[in-house]
């Protein structure tokens, strides 16, 4: 018997974490993993924004593997993994581990970054997945349906070509729609590809 994975993505402000915790709560016995961009290990509270929350284990990304494959599944139904999209490649085969094993897999994770590219492992998960929801948020602007998340910086919207991490810069992160997620840069190789076509 093999386990089921089931995915939950979405952008920011998406409810991606509060799904998967009422989820988990379904199963009677289950386990919960977060990376720890600090590389330290801690027992952290997972908390959605409507104030649910559950016990996780907050791990190091090199260590994902062996702590997947070091647990005993005899009495665990449900493993879930949040912010799924901070863990590296190994997160693909800790998920098929702990599926081999008989035991659901949850997960939660952005989708796709503030450039609105795929977001570490999560789209190899969803072609994998044997249930997977794409939550979303409402656009901060308008209001309506919102699948991306803008990236601001200092006010401005960030350009493509902004590194990932910024010191001292002053960033924050919104739900917004197709019509008003921003993201100067991306217009340059839009136009190249239009350039290419044109030959
Ligand atoms: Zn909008």
Redesign the pocket.
């Known amino acids: 018997m093999r386990g089921k994975l089931k995915v939950y993505t979405g952008p920011m402000f998406a409810g991606k974490t509060s799904t998967m915790i009422q989820e988990l709560e379904k199963y009677d016995e289950f386990v919960a993993f977060k990376p720890n961009m600090d590389n330290r290990y801690s027992e952290e509270k997972i908390v959605s924004h409507d104030g649910n929350g559950i016990q996780a284990n907050s791990i190091p990304t090199d260590e994902l593997i062996h702590i997947i494959k070091s647990l005993e599944y005899d009495g665990i139904s449900a493993v879930g993994f949040d912010e799924a999209q901070f863990f590296d490649d190994s997160l693909i085969d800790a998920v098929d581990h702990v599926l081999e094993c008989d035991t659901d897999v949850l997960v939660s994770g952005l989708d796709l970054d503030f450039r609105r590219e795929n977001f570490g492992c999560m789209y190899e998960l969803i072609k994998k997945s044997d249930e997977y929801e794409k939550l979303l948020a409402k ?6 349906n ?1 699948e991306y998340t803008q990236r601001i910086i200092d006010g401005e919207p960030a350009s493509y070509d902004d590194p990932v991490v910024l010191i001292g810069a002053e960033e924050e992160y919104e739900p ?6 921003v993201l100067s840069g991306e217009m340059d190789s839009n136009y190249e590809d239009i350039l290419s076509d044109i030959g």
């Not at 656009?139 to 309506?144: D, K, T």
């Open positions: 656009c901060e602007v308008c209001g309506s919102a917004r729609c197709d019509n008003h997620h």
